[in-house]
């Protein structure tokens, strides 16, 4: 890396006292300010090869003045630093072209690699169009671990792409959320954003769902019908529980994203997609590889940028920012307003939260809506975690019969119903139905009727879960064993 001259604005004296050694030692020139209108004035007057500036200062928001410095000098790379460590902070960053965003306290190594990268690298990065709007203000994710800025970091570099994202993650650690702001904040937010959940589809109608399918493709197809990808067409298209998807549709999916088209279930005429992929799971795709389950070219394709997002006992400083930001969505939405004092906050962020950040926001709605002190302490939230926690025991054996006799007994009737003829397909999906029934039900006996235990115990998705008890019609009942 050649001698720079770098100008940096910041009016903590601290911060440019440490920036100027670190970087004169690698034998850059630099000049240091404390406010934003000497940084404007050095660079109109053409100054400088590189900024690196704070949001906060006494005369005007860094963040502001990068469309200013970009219209008179484009080339000019920008680094971000602040402290208020927001996904919007990051996204307004990367919006207006800043080179990069570096949340504060940083690593100083890390400052300097992002230096050199910045005075190596030959395209500047863009702005977004102004067409495409501003960030709105409202905070999309809550948390300010160094976890989650991490993760800000990255959504605020992938916002300016299109390239394919995979969210993993626990169940209700924010999955859903990131694919929203990944597209609400990015250049297709003007588009449409379509979910589509793998597993909460049987899975014969999954290759329907996706690509749509002609009149007449199969039994039942009355009519033509679109699919996912064509009504994700110029947005984001959302694969939640990727991992669950069945074989035959993972190749076709995978055709699609080398060739940029696909086929309707029936049809032949190739048809031209503009979307981007955003796939999430809570499995462990690499296993479902080794299991034969999952296609390892597939998953290169899906994974090029790989997102992993920690369970919530692994950021437990987001804690208390969650249970403020879930407190005033409750006032908001009419409940008086309470806060929650020290020990019970202890309490809190000592818990495990199998159910991560889903788990903390059912039970804060119901600590705004059952109890009536303003202030909740220790006992309350004792009680209510000790409510929603799986008693110790281990989950029994079904009584009788136990579920591979169950399944044998289903079976035998089965192939008894169907002596002549057989029907050629469906018989793995009639007799998983017939012991999903039982499973579930002895799942939510054991966890005392608590879905997101019992959908841990099982391995499923919460959605996926509630849809087969609404599906089932298994009555749900809480606390009792
Ligand atoms: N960082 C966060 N800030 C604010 N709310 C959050 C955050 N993370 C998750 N939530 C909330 O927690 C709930 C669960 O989040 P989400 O559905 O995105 O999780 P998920 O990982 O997709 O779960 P699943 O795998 O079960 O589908 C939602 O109501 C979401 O708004």
Redesign the pocket.
Known sequence: MSAATILVADDDRAIRTVLTQALARLGHEVRTTGNASTLWRWVADGQGDLIITDVVMPDENGLDLIPRIKKIRPDLRIIVMSAQNTLITAVKAAERGAFEYLPKPFDLKELVSVVERALNSNTPPAALPADAGEADEQ?????RSPA?QEIYRVLARLMGTDLTVT?T????????????ALHDYGKRRNGPFVAI?MAAIPRELIESELFGHEKGAFTGATNRSTGRFEQAQGGTLFL??IGDMPLEAQTRLLRVLQEGEYTTVGGRTPIKTDVRIVA?T?RDLRTLIRQGLFREDLFYRLCVVPIR?PPLRERTE?VPL?VR??LNQCSAQGLPVKSIDQPAMDRLKRYRWPG???E??NLVRRLAALYSQEVIGLDVVEAELADTTPAAQPVEEPQGEGLSAAVERHLKDYFAAHKDGMPSNGLYDRVLREVERPLISLSLSATRGNQIKA?QLLGL???TLRKKIRDLDIQVVRGLK
């Open positions: 905070l999309p994710l809550i948390g989650m969210i993650g626990e169940s209700g650690t924010g999955k859903e959320l990131v694919a929203r959940n939640d529980e999430a809570h997002l987001d969650l930001h879930f991560n950040v889903r903390l926001e959908a998705n919460r959605n």
